[in-house]
Every structure is written in C-alpha cells, then in structure tokens.
T-cell receptor, first 114, second 113 residues
C-alpha cells in the first residue's frame, strides 16, 4: 500500500511570501489531517477534513493559513503571507474514517522562513 | 482542551538496557493513548497504543502502562537496540474530538553501543 505522499520535501521562502504544500493521502482514506511540528515540539493539529468537508480548524490561523481538499482526495495547505514563526515541518496524515485512530503520516514538508 | 506533558526530553541508555518514557494528561475524559516513533526526516509512526479500559499492553519489546487515577501513562522498551534511537511522542485523545490527537513534546532516545 502506498503511503501518504507530500511535496515539496523542503521549502525556503522569505517572510511575507506565500507558499503551498500538497498532500495525497492513502487511497480510500476519508479523513485527512494537517499538523504543524515546530522544532523540538510535538505535532499540533491545524485542520482535519472528512472527505471534502472541514471537521476541525479551530487551531488554524485563518488570517494567513488556508486549506482545501477538493473532490475529497488531495489537499493543499497555503500560507500567505508567511511569518518567521511559521518555520516548521508540516505533516499530512490520513485515516480510513473519522474516529479511526490509525493515522498514517507522510514524511512532511520542512518550511524555513527567512 | 487537553494538555500532555512528557518526560524526559532526552534519554541515553546502553544497548540492552531498558528505557522508560512518561507522560501525564490533563483531561480525565481522554480515552486513547498512542505512542509514536519519529526517525530523522520521517513522519511519526505508530508503535503501540492503549485505550482507557486497559491497564497494560505489550508488543514484543515494547509495553505501555496506563494509570487513569493518576492520569499518566508510560512507554517501556526492553533490551534496547541501536535502531530504537529516535524521537518518541506520546499523545492523547478524548471522545467527541473525531480522533484529534494532542501530542507531548517528545523524548529523544539515544541507544549507545
């Protein structure tokens, strides 16, 4: 079974620029998560999708972050404009359905904002 | 919301020794406690989990114990090997959050020869 695919693996941008990350979950997984992992910390949930609907985005900084999951498969996470404190690894994960704890994480995108 | 504390932040053991990592959680309603292993450049990987109706679970060299009264749970790794070197995260989830996980801050385990 193919895993969760993420791209790019690394991204360096200047502050105030915009950036987008892409995630392709495991085939058939209805639930998709974006987590932010700042260096030295545990992952923190940004947004959770069930198919193409948002389940939880309470910790998403909506003034600069946006995410979508068109057609209930691939997802993109965007930051505009980026701040220095957005430097982190952005992890995508998927599970078969909402309430299923069998997460599979992707390898993440490491973002550096300079 | 839930808060998870994890100790120690770093742990160094000799190959063959045991390693123990401890976590405490704040919300007594939490009912699911997974442990993840994260190797350099990779995403976290689930290694073992426990639900609140169970006090202990074991899988080969790895075991997890849960004390609901004290609201803490621990990861035990016996007969450690160099390939166990990684960052380990505990997490907790409670009903109604649709499997949202709150993670601890991580423990960097180094197994030396």
């Amino acid at each position: 079974e193919a895993g969760v695919a993420q791209s790019p693996r690394y991204k360096i941008i200047e502050k105030r620029q915009s950036v987008a990350f892409w995630c392709n979950p495991i085939s058939g997984h209805a639930t998709l998560y974006w987590y932010q992992q700042i260096l030295g910390q545990g992952p923190k949930l940004l947004i959770q999708f069930q198919n193409n609907g948002v389940v939880d985005d309470s910790q998403l900084p909506k003034d600069r972050f946006s995410a979508e999951r068109l057609k209930g498969v691939d997802s993109t996470l965007k930051i505009q404009p980026a701040k220095l404190e957005d430097s982190a690894v952005y992890l995508c994960a998927s599970s078969i359905h909402r309430g299923d704890y069998g997460y599979t994480f992707g390898s993440g995108t490491r973002l550096t904002v300079v | 919301g839930e808060n998870v504390e994890q100790h120690p932040s770093t742990l160094s053991v000799q190959e063959g020794d045991s390693a123990v990592i401890k976590c405490t959680y704040s919300d007594s309603a939490s009912n699911y406690f997974p442990w993840y292993k994260q190797e350099l450049g990779k995403g976290p990987q689930l290694i073992i989990d426990i639900r609140s109706n169970v006090g202990e679970k074991k899988d080969q060299r790895i075991a997890v114990t849960l004390n609901k009264t004290a609201k803490h749970f621990s990861l035990h790794i016996t007969e450690t090997q160099p390939e166990d070197s990684a960052v380990y995260f505990c997490a907790a989830s409670y009903p109604g959050t649709a499997s949202k996980l709150t993670f601890g801050t991580g423990t960097r385990l180094q197994v030396t020869l």
